[in-house]
Antibody, heavy 119, light 106 residues
Framework: EVEVVESGGGLVQPGGSLRLSCAAS????????MNWVRQAPGKGLEWVSY????????FYADSVKGRFTVSRDNTKKLLYLQMNSLRAEDTSVYYC????????????WGQGTTVTVSS | SYELTQPPSVSVSPGQTASITCSGD??????VCWYQQKPGQSPVVVIF???KRPSGIPERFSGSNSGNTATLTISGTQAMDEADYYC?????????FGTGTKVTVL
């Protein structure tokens, strides 16, 4: 079965750090671009970051640029999101999503992991 | 930054047609995808490349995109279609999601 499973969420104080992981299975991870998308409580979807198959090309939303770092380990079939200098407004469910292509969108989503930034 | 605007809510009677619009500058020049998200669940793509349905998505879901507006149409709406719907496009170096539309089947 094709799936991605996020982990690493939790409660963190403002200014703190957290690393999210996304484990892929059932498909050849290394041939797909990957993305992180988040959703604040009761709000809409917000794209966070993109990483190319090789990890060379990376894009971030302006709201996280300079604070978040995306990376991947194709040998372990893992995607990561290192989140630093966390703010209350980063509180969200974070989804890992597989990309078919920019035109075809995100076809496989995980169940999400919840990040709460609060003192 | 690029923005996509959707109506906050759409109501439809069972068996009728629901149309959800997504507006953005020259949106017709981009490819649009649509996602369905039910409460407590992850999003699912129901339309990609403006008009294409992934396998397993019912034929009652269709899409169009021209000018500044993309439209998701649900024909013969069923109770199970009650959900939030988001349009999405790729703009230069980022994905952009629409503001979301809650579809209520009355």
């Amino acid at each position: 079965e094709v799936e991605v499973v996020e982990s690493g969420g939790g409660l963190v104080q403002p200014g703190g750090s957290l690393r999210l992981s996304c484990a892929a299975s059932g498909f050849t991870f290394s041939v797909y671009e990957m993305n992180w998308v988040r959703q604040a409580p009761g709000k809409g979807l917000e794209w966070v970051s993109y990483i190319s198959r090789s990890g060379v090309t990376i894009f971030y939303a302006d709201s996280v640029k300079g604070r978040f770092t995306v990376s991947r380990d194709n040998t372990k079939k893992l995607l990561y999101l290192q989140m630093n200098s966390l703010r209350a407004e980063d509180t969200s469910v974070y989804y890992c999503a597989r990309e078919l292509s920019p035109e075809s969108g995100l076809d496989v989503w995980g169940q999400g992991t919840t990040v709460t930034v609060s003192s | 930054s690029y923005e996509l605007t959707q109506p906050p809510s759409v109501s439809v009677s069972p068996g009728q047609t629901a149309s959800i619009t997504c507006s953005g500058d020259k949106l017709g020049d981009k490819y649009v995808c649509w996602y369905q998200q039910k409460p407590g669940q992850s999003p699912v793509v129901v339309i990609f490349q403006d008009t294409k349905r992934p396998s397993g998505i019912p034929e009652r879901f269709s899409g169009s995109n021209s000018g500044n507006t993309a439209t998701l149409t649900i024909s013969g709406t069923q109770a199970m279609d009650e959900a939030d719907y988001y349009c999405q496009a790729w703009d230069s170096r980022s994905y952009v999601f629409g503001t979301g539309t809650k579809v209520t089947v009355l």
